[in-house]
């Protein structure tokens, strides 16, 4: 059985992963953004440990980072906490808040946290073409569009899983859930919440050993062109390093 970080999982996608990985046996430790969100676990926080942290906050990612580390290292870290911004919105650090709690966040946790044999990221249909995604990265210069800046994150995550994958000791995958009926996904969205995790879970308990893959529905696929470019990740990388305050390998 293995030991397993899911982000996000008071809700949605990640509550589901979490749930399923419970019941086939696993440790499984539980996330939510605050104690209040916490409560939201129910059931679940019965039967693992929950840790809190804001994925929006640099400092709340990194004192997550040790907290996880205090418990003992992982064998996957699922990265499954996601937002859409209507707005513009900055973290406290003054980071755009899409691409902090998206793509930065996760890849805080990935380098600071005992580095387990497996990461798991979420991706998005929604990651395809952005050709401008590292122009402007924060969206200073732009007229805000909520749906290009998330898939904007989603890009930029995807990139960083694949360089992930080059550079260091561990089997990183990106998944695409699909469009699902969560809070963030709406009540309109089409494609079936009930099987949105199983992809992820498959991944993080053993399947997928060949490193670098992008998966729908269990089924790997050819990312947008950009994320399977060395130096297009290299460049995400470095400028995630230059934001975070946290070296890539």
């Not at 650090?93 to 990221?121: E, H, K, Q, T, W």
């Amino acid at each position: 059985m293995a030991r397993i970080f899911v982000t996000g999982s008071t809700t949605g996608v990640g509550h589901n992963a979490a749930k399923s990985l419970l019941e086939e046996g696993h440790e499984v430790i539980l996330h939510a953004r605050n104690a209040e969100r916490a409560e939201s676990l129910g059931a679940l926080a019965d039967r693992a440990q929950v840790l809190t942290g804001d994925l929006g906050d640099l400092t709340e990612v990194r004192q997550l980072a040790e907290d996880l580390n205090a418990i003992r290292s992982m064998d996957a870290n699922l990265h499954n906490a996601g937002i859409i911004d209507d707005e513009r919105a900055e973290t406290p650090d003054g980071l755009l808040r899409v691409l902090m709690v998206n793509a930065l966040a996760p890849y805080i946790l990935s380098l600071l946290a005992d580095r387990p044999a497996r990461l798991i990221f979420t991706g998005s249909s929604m990651h395809r073409g952005h050709d401008g995604a590292l122009d402007d990265m924060d969206w200073t210069r732009r007229r805000w569009s909520a749906s290009s800046a998330y898939g904007e994150s989603k890009l930029l995550v995807t990139a960083l899983s694949a360089g992930f994958a080059r550079r260091l000791d561990a089997i990183c995958h990106t998944v695409d859930p699909g469009w699902v009926p969560t809070r963030m996904g709406g009540a309109s969205a089409s494609d079936p919440l009930d099987q949105a995790h199983i992809t992820q879970c498959w991944l993080a308990t053993g399947a997928g050993e060949e490193t670098g893959g992008y998966w729908h529905h269990m089924r790997r696929q050819r990312p947008d062109p950009k994320v399977e470019d060395p130096s297009f990740q290299d460049e995400v990388l470095n400028r995630f390093a230059e934001m975070t305050g946290v070296p890539v390998p």
